[in-house]
């Protein structure tokens, strides 16, 4: 955690104290937002569209590591893989509540950092913060945060509609927030505990930012919109792209083949991969935390979807029968597993 | 934790494979979930009414000491409290979201228990379990709940509407859930870690109730709708009778009398206070997690809020200036603190 000049324990606070101060000056921007912090609940109106509901837990230690991860930017990330599931149904986040576990290891100014970071966020993305609940931990930081948005009826979008033939579609790029917590990890390794350590991260910033600085694709949302574009179906890509396409294919019961050759990759991921000796396609299919899209849409949109700035058609939904495969660049054909991150695995 | 016969390691399933087990079966009772598990976001609809959110982080260590609190009741408690927060609106709880951080101790069996609880508080409740988180902790377990639910417009009570001369009214009785708290310490105490000792609960089974297993305040809030009863303020009691007082008169800018002899305390709360010699009035103002509801009426409205079952007028609400007190049994006033649960103060 990043040092600071002046310390306030929490405890000289309390925790009503602690929240006063860290929601100070919260105004709401969303008309949706009729009372924030304050009360037993938050209160919001939703007169003409569906509501849409998420919620995230991270976990230090298992999430992030605050050797690394600075707080502000911690804060600002939990935030935004949440407004990145809202905007993966298709919708606009418009609020959130947020319920911080706090070991006495952190002071005042360490969850003021935090929740700059949620607040940055939530002015970039045009979110509220409605509420939530702060409160002690044996050990460790555990940020649990629910976002809430909305969406017309008739634009939500879900994991259970892809069909035969429809084209397989991912925003950006894959596996470079993988990489980035390869290399903040190495250098970890490397500084061995040393404070004046200095890591080298020339030439691999991307790398940096993709894992301690995600977006959400507010702007492909945006743009599928004007084009009158509704995916028949659409995830975002936090757990690996192998994983996310086999639960739309189980939730739409079909099958997919994806293509090799197909999968955006960064420069900067495939130098990385190369210096840690990874196989670049395995990067890219179960690196997670890309927060990227991965929508389908019908086969006679292949012109137009291919054209728009940030999107790359990589493949396409099949019958159940013929299973989820990647097509490698020798033209064979690798079995979908997911590999990706999953805490409870061994 | 409970002993079980057959234990499953949760990593056996993974994260997902854990999902499908604990929210199989679940089907949806309000019109209002249009999608549940099983996707970026749950979706709800609330065409003609507001949506209250409501979140809550229970830690083990802090909140909880599975030593001597059953899973299922766990799982029970954690949603009824957030029911109980939608409730101290005026509203409806419809649906919940629940995050879980586990650690590795934890099997499947465990999850499902503390599930198990959860279901059935939502069945008893009529709410729907539409979504969440589940990951793996370092250590103990974080149950992170967020409650939506709805009202009408005009009848959302806030904490800041309370008047001059209106009645302070609380339910039910005051200070039993800290004095099952303390006998359940008192008795792991005494057991010493014996696995096979018996505590002594006889006569005091009302306290390991309260404590264990609390109700949120719905038969209430029906019975104030069939009045035609909106109260000017209100809110649940969940850190102590003081505590909350207090933000209902800083909110709506008043102060408070509230009469010693007018605070409703069982029998066994009495004895127990008398055995541990502890104030009882203490125990009334300052023992948490009651959740109770503590709010206000108009004063022409004294008959009638008297004659309602389960209603206790403790007091009313005065000018600011006259600050927050309570009156003792011999007539001197006491300033109101709050002393409440307040888990980060020393």
Redesign the interface.
Known sequence: MELQEKQTE??S????G?IDRITSGITPVNAST??GV???????????T????????L?????FDLTYVPLKHLGYKAAVVNFS??Y??N?TPR?I??????SSRFTVEHIEQLYAGIRLACEIYGVDL???????????L?I?I????D?K?DK?V???GAKDTDLICVTGDLGAAYMGLQLLEREKRVSNGDKDFIPKFEGKEYLIERQLKPEARRDIIQKLAEAGIVPTS???ISDGLSSELLHICK?SDKGCRIYEERLPIDYQTAVMAEEINMNLATAALNGGEDYELLFTVPLHLHEQISKMDGVKVIGHITKPELGCALVTRDGNEMELK?QGF?????
Do not use: W
């Open positions: 929490i405890s606070l309390g925790e009503f602690l009729l009372k304050g009360d037993d609940s938050a209160v919001v109106r939703y007169p003409d569906d509501t849409l509901v998420s919620t995230d837990l976990v230090e230690g298992v999430h599931d809202i993966a149904m919708g609020q509540t947020v319920g911080l576990a706090i409605v509420g939530g609940d702060t409160t002690a931990s044996r050990s460790g555990v649990s629910t976002c809430i948005g969406a009826a939500v879900y994991r259970s659409m995830m975002d939730a997911a999953n805490h409870m695995s061994k």
